[in-house]
């Protein structure tokens, strides 16, 4: 046998296997089996896909499964939320501008608008600034205060502000208690990527990048750090990427357990000493609880639903009925799950979706001090294998290790091409790579026989 017929049949071999190991995939993927057409109105910020998931970004109002209306004049769109009179608030990244300070050809701007619903969707109000780039420098999560002031999530001056007629009337820098580079502009230092309102004057916001959510008093700063850091915590997963830095050189940063909490988003306020969390990097959905020595621990934890892992949820609403409302980015997929873990409605999205509020009330903060929900607990009796209580928690450890080096080529594959299948996990990555290093080797062992 030549090398000209030793080349074709490894090529040969590598598309066998590759078409073996996908078709087998899809065949046998787990089916989400959900009820997407009860009349329940849903309305979603999508954050779009393409590379850096920065192209079709829309909002859009879903009843059952059906589109009711869609808005798309944005790159990407993220948190929204139901204003009184009916519009919708968002938080938004587009590119295209022309009028740039810091480009000399087009440039990026982020901020929010407020967008009125309908058969006819346009956008009435927006506050927007220029940023150096559209990546990790976005606006996520705005709200409206009483006082007419917009409360805004700063991505790209890792900040949270407030700002009423185009001017900036208070302000809380990050820089206040992390430690800071020269420039937060010019890299993904800590990613605030959510703020709410937990009570008068009191804010909870998401630091990504520490592991840590904070509540921070407008007039006192920082009064309490959930998943404080400790000094024999993990700090590793808050420098990758070349997030946190020991800049004033005393040997420590504050970087929250990742066991804990894993460069999460989105945290609903339930109630005095308890949070929800959709924690990312740990791929699940998870209740913490502060106990008596001011930790907060986790109560439960979900992992999947309707026999698929979710896959990088960045939101989860506790409803009125006790259900939980959530969105499963890299599954592509809007799911409510009920107090025993099954799932009662659910949607496919086409491309990326950042978060998902169910109308009329939205994401309530206080919920379970609201005497509705606080009725109906999770982590108790008669759940499903995929709830996990504190003990089974401890035993589980975090879920986002996966497979080394293969997992994070996964999330960087799903990053640049969100069209790929939820069933494609590492299995089905690695079968790839191996098919196509044996097509290569086929191919370059055809190429020397002529």
């Known amino acids: 046998m030549d090398w000209d017929d030793r080349g074709g049949l490894v090529i040969i071999a590598g598309v066998v296997l590759f078409i073996l190991v996908i078709a087998t995939s899809f065949a046998f993927a787990p089916v989400m089996g959900i009820d997407s057409e009860q009349e329940k109105m849903t309305l979603v910020g999508s954050q ?30 993220f948190d929204v939320t139901v204003l009184e009179n009916g519009d919708v608030l968002v938080g938004f990244m587009n590119s295209g501008y022309s009028d740039c300070e810091l480009s ?18 346009k956008v009435v109000e927006e506050y927007s600034f220029e940023v150096r780039t559209g990546k990790d420098s976005e606006v996520h999560a705005v ?63 998401s630091v990504r990048n520490a592991n840590q959510i904070l509540i921070i008093d ?25 997030a ?44 913490l609880h502060r106990g008596e020595s001011g930790k907060w621990d986790p109560v439960w934890a979900l992992y999947e639903a309707g026999g698929i892992d979710l896959n990088w949820p960045r939101d989860a609403d506790k409803l009125p009925s006790g259900n939980i409302l959530i969105t499963d980015t890299l599954n592509k997929r809007i799911i409510e799950v009920d107090p025993q873990g099954k799932i009662v409605w659910g949607v496919w999205t086409q491309f990326i979706p950042y978060e998902a509020d169910r109308l009329p009330y939205g994401e309530i903060n206080g919920i379970d ?15 499903e294998d995929n709830v996990k209580n504190s003990e089974e928690i401890g035993e589980i450890g975090s879920k986002g290790s996966g497979v080394p080096i293969i997992s994070d080529l996964l999330f960087i594959t799903r990053v640049l091409l969100p069209e790929i299948p939820y069933w494609f996990k590492e299995l089905q990555l690695i079968a790839t790579i191996i098919s196509v290093t044996m097509v290569s080797i086929g191919w370059k062992m055809w190429r020397r026989s002529g």
């Open 369 to 383: 001090d609201m005497g509705e929900s606080n009725q109906i607990e999770w982590g108790g009796v008669g759940l």
């Open 48 to 77: 779009g896909g393409g590379p850096g998931w920065h192209e079709y970004g829309s909002i859009y109002l879903l009843e059952g499964g059906e589109q009711i209306w869609r808005e798309a004049s944005a790159s990407s769109y």
């Open 244 to 287: 946190l830095e020991d800049t004033d050189g005393d040997g420590n940063i504050r970087c929250g357990d990742p066991s804990i909490l894993n460069h999460q988003h989105n945290p609903q306020w339930l109630g005095e000493g308890k949070i929800l969390v959709a924690d990312s990097d740990n791929d699940r959905i998870v209740e």
């Open 143 to 205: 709200s409206m205060l009483p006082s007419g002031e917009f409360l805004i999530s700063d991505m790209d001056q890792e900040r949270i502000f407030t700002v009423k007629g185009g001017e900036v009337t208070w302000s809380w820098e990050a820089r206040e208690l992390y430690d800071a580079p020269k420039d937060p502009t010019k890299r993904d230092w800590l990613h605030i990527n959510d703020v709410d309102v937990i009570g008068e004057d009191r804010y909870l916001v």
């Open 104 to 121: 000399s050809g087009e440039c990026v701007r982020t901020g929010f608008r407020i967008i009125a619903g309908g058969e006819d969707p």
């Open 218 to 242: 407008r007039n006192e700063g920082v009064v309490e750090i959930i998943n404080k850091d400790y000094d024999d915590s993990d700090d590793a997963s808050c420098k990758r990427m070349g």
